[in-house]
């Protein structure tokens, strides 16, 4: 292994696209998990320097193949080569050693140990750490002054951002000589200004020779940074085509096989009286800490009002409280009515009676029990409901059943069977079951919190279609999304929240994302 | 209550909280590593048996020692089969050991010895006997340092020596070196030391078997130096506390130490009620200074000193995820 001071002067200089090397070459990569199939038969050409993307829905089969490539996994068939050469890589070592490095979505970072130690973990020079930190320590500096990725190495990880702690996976990366660098989803947790900090840095490691491989649903990252883009649906890799002449549409439709509207077509709001009142409201978590600090907002009948923020800044508390499972100080009224915030009416099954209905954020924790068959989980919240009553002590299971049944038939649910326990179905109709549940009861106000997380792109529209049309039928409806593009094509008022209070109300067509981007670091706006 | 009193109690106090710092570094080990190993007191008792068994047999200690350590270490093998290996509940797998070593080493002592369960007493070479350190009786004369050098600090086994000498070299293993690192990354995310390609699974077998020899050590300790043969139960709750003082410690080896003394004080309380009495001036039932570690831990859990956090990985078997 070549020492890390070496990093970057020995790395090529971009070459010339045409002709240039190739740096990985995957020739008929097949992979199973029992009897699905999560690659079949994937070839795929990546040249040096340059950033080549994977583009797919959830569950194509882009993880997997990252992860044979990391030597997670073990190809049933297929060869890889690095560098022109055959490559074996039974495990992440061999990768390591291949100068493949892996930035995971979830981070894969020691909390209470710095970013140093972080960084030399795995990597250490010998028995002793005093010799191996002093060397990291150099190498980090030359690394920052090299592609911008700023990082005090002493600060611990629990007490940076997010972005900073995705910039040390990407140091960690470095410091083991990679040249080709694997991200998968890395946006999902950033702020826009954080993501565009980090194309500048993945651009930079390019100019230097580096070989990129960004992995993501988002169309939007492609344009923007790849020269290359392979799409894949399936297990399988459906084409690979240059960028620059692609459109997003032409990919969306590649993703799905059909064309899929990108846009939520939506008629404009014509919101009617308010339904809900928030003023001053406040919530403190189990430590005291103060999470949402004096909100204040109304919603209108036929109105969708979007909550958009980095995660983590108040939004999950804002659903819990109106939806009766935190508890909080300030006032709600529904319809004219103060709803009761810290007594006996204060919970879920209250909130759920006064026409208040909520598909949490976190679906398969708060939203259904995952072990359960569907039709049980489709009475969740409603279990008291007259229609689901065979007398007075019995349920009438068949009622709720065929009840299912038929909800499933009207939200597309696959496989359409209420028998079959909730795990067993997709994230998409996983979710589909949740708003149908909700969305049924004809609710004066719909609390719906990351609608379509993990959902698939076919899903996605179609709950979006659910949502508009409930707003069409004069009910108000909050919404809670960290996907700006979702917040911004469904909202007819957007709301930013950071560190717990709002930071100010824009109309989407009046706003861009620069805008609410600022808002969301908390740079700019107002706290209301 | 004289200070010749003061000296005693002091001196059984590091006697008595010996074995309690051996079993705490060794849970300490574990624990670090992710392994929550419930089952010191068996590995204690295991070796117990094992070292007082051996030593009255070849009438050497050191026999006995190594036996006691072989014995702790197949009850950790067991171990760590059971919840690396096999993914088990780490927890349930140390209760079960417990109950084995409970009854297996009384089984075996009858077997071996027919003397209700214990081993013969050992006399001579057979047990770890008192040192003496240098000067101590020539500076017995200073005023107050004299008698707590020769009281206290001098004349006790190499084990309790050697247990203290454990501490710093812990910290300095934990601390200082790549091991050290690598296994309290390994007890906070495992998939940050899998996917820098070093072994969890090694890892962990280590940390075990590190554990396996101190709780050797442990319980050899308290059947051939602190007392002269193996006795039934003799262990009597150690391990327990020592997981106790863990955590009063927050599983740092220096806190260890002092968590380990104050704990051996209040055992060596215990066997004085009548000075207690006479200090405090009422009469304090032994049970209550037994119990005091139990109700300093549950203090320190409920938050009122300082906030114990546990390895976040610890007590979750490693199952590689994509």
Redesign the interface.
């Known amino acids: 292994m070549v020492s890390g001071n070496d990093m970057g002067r020995q790395a090529t200089a971009a070459l010339p696209d045409a002709g240039a090397p190739l740096a990985i070459e995957l020739r008929g990569i097949s992979k199973a998990f029992g009897p699905v199939q999560a690659n079949k038969d994937i070839s795929i050409q990546v040249k040096r320097g340059s950033i080549h993307g994977i583009i797919g829905e959830n569950g194509a089969g882009k993880?997997?193949l990252m992860?044979i490539l990391?030597g997670?996994y073990k190809a049933d068939a297929g060869e890889i080569l690095i560098g022109g050469k055959l490559t074996a890589i039974p495990?992440?070592?061999?990768?390591?050693r291949a100068g493949i490095g892996?930035v995971?979505q979830h981070f894969?970072?020691?909390?209470?140990?710095t970013v140093l130690?972080?960084v030399?973990?795995?990597?250490?020079d010998?028995?002793?750490?005093?010799p191996?930190l002093a060397k990291a320590r150099r190498v980090l500096a030359d690394l920052s002054r090299e592609y911008g990725l700023d990082v005090n190495p002493d600060a611990l990880i629990e007490d940076l951002s997010v972005g900073h702690q995705q910039r040390v996976e990407i140091l960690?990366a470095l410091y083991r000589q990679a040249d080709i660098l694997i991200l998968d989803e890395p946006t999902g947790v950033l702020t826009p200004a954080e993501a565009d900090h980090l194309f500048r840095i993945l651009k930079g490691l390019k100019d230097q020779g580096k070989t990129i491989i960004l992995i993501t649903h988002k169309l939007r990252e492609i344009m923007e940074i790849t020269d290359t883009v392979s799409v894949m649906r399936r297990g399988q890799m459906t084409a690979t085509v240059k960028t620059a002449e692609t459109s997003p549409e032409q990919l969306a439709e590649l993703m799905v096989g059909r064309k899929v509207l990108l846009q939520v077509e939506k008629r404009a709001a014509t919101p009617g009286k308010v339904v809900l009142e928030v003023e001053n409201l406040s919530v403190r978590d189990e430590n005291k800490v103060e999470r949402l600090k004096g909100v204040s907002l109304t919603i209108r009948a036929g109105e969708i009002l979007g909550i958009a923020g980095v995660a983590g800044n108040g939004q999950s508390e804002l659903l819990e409280v109106l939806g009766g499972i935190a508890r909080g100080t300030g006032t709600i009224r529904l319809n004219g009515v103060e709803l009761d915030l810290t007594g006996k009416h204060s919970d879920g099954q209250s909130r759920r009676a006064q026409g208040i209905a909520h598909v949490p954020e976190d679906r398969q924790h708060l939203g259904m029990i995952m072990d359960f068959a569907a039709w049980e989980n489709v009475a969740f919240g409603y279990h008291h409901a007259p229609e689901y009553q065979k007398n007075a002590l019995f349920m009438d299971n068949d009622a709720l059943r065929a009840d299912t049944e038929k909800k499933m038939a009207r939200f597309d649910v696959r496989p359409p069977n209420p028998l079959l326990a909730a795990k067993n179905f997709s994230g998409g109709n996983q979710q589909k079951i949740i708003v149908a549940r909700e969305i049924e009861r004809n609710p004066d106000l719909l609390l719906i919190g990351q609608p379509t997380r993990g959902v698939d792109i076919g899903a996605i529209e179609f709950i979006h279609k659910q949502i508009v049309a409930l707003r069409d039928a004069g009910k108000a409806i909050l919404l809670v999304s960290v996907e700006l593009d979702e917040i911004m094509s469904l909202s007819d008022r957007i709301a930013v929240m950071f560190d717990g209070q709002i930071m100010g109300i824009r109309d989407p067509a009046t706003t861009d994302e620069r805008d609410l981007g600022l808002m969301m670091a908390g740079v700019a706006g107002k706290a209301a | 209550m004289d200070y010749a009193t003061l000296l005693q109690i002091l001196d059984s106090t590091l006697r008595l909280a010996t074995p309690l710092l051996l079993a705490c570094l060794a849970g300490l080990f574990s624990e670090r590593a992710g392994i929550f190993d419930i089952g010191l007191e068996g590995k204690m008792l295991m070796a117990a048996m094992a070292s007082g068994a051996v030593a009255a047999l070849s009438g050497s200690v050191w026999l006995g020692l190594c036996a006691g350590i072989g014995a702790s270490l197949v009850l950790a093998a067991l171990h760590g089969i059971a919840s690396i290996t096999f993914r088990g509940n780490q927890l349930i797998a140390g209760v079960a050991l417990n109950f084995v070593a409970s009854g297996v080493t009384v089984l075996i002592a009858q077997r071996m010895f027919g003397q209700g369960g214990r081993t013969p007493p050992l006399t001579g070479d057979a047990r770890f006997n008192p040192l003496t350190l240098p000067f101590a009786e020539e500076l017995r004369g200073v005023p107050v340092l004299g008698p707590l050098y020769a009281e206290v600090i001098s004349g006790h086994s190499i084990l309790v020596y050697l247990a203290l000498a454990l501490v710093p070299l812990s910290w300095w293993v934990l601390?200082?070196?790549?091991?050290?690192?690598?296994l309290?990354?390994v007890g906070?995310?495992p998939?940050?030391?899998?996917?820098?390609?070093?072994s969890v699974v090694a890892l962990r077998y280590a940390a075990v078997a590190i554990t396996g020899v101190l709780c050797g050590l442990a319980g050899a300790y308290m059947a051939t130096a602190l007392q002269a043969g193996f006795g039934r139960e003799m262990t009597a709750g150690r391990g327990y506390i020592a997981l106790a003082a863990l955590i009063f410690a927050k599983w740092r080896p220096w806190a260890a130490l002092w968590a380990t003394l104050l704990f051996g004080f209040f055992q060596a309380l215990a066997l004085r009620p009548d000075v207690v009495e006479a200090v405090l001036r009422f009469k304090v039932p032994v049970p209550a200074l037994d119990a005091l570690p139990y109700v300093l831990t549950v203090l320190v859990l409920a938050g009122f000193v300082g906030k114990a956090i546990p390895p976040?990985a610890g007590g979750q078997p490693y199952v590689?995820e994509?």
Request: charged share 25%; proline share 0%.
């Open positions: 993880s997997t992860s990391y997670f495990d992440s070592q061999s990768a390591i892996m995971f894969k970072l020691v909390q209470n140990f130690e972080n030399i973990l795995g990597a250490e010998g028995g002793l750490l005093r191996s960690k | 601390y200082r070196t790549r091991f050290g690192l690598r309290r990354a906070e995310n998939a940050s030391v899998d996917t820098a390609g070093v976040r590689k994509r």
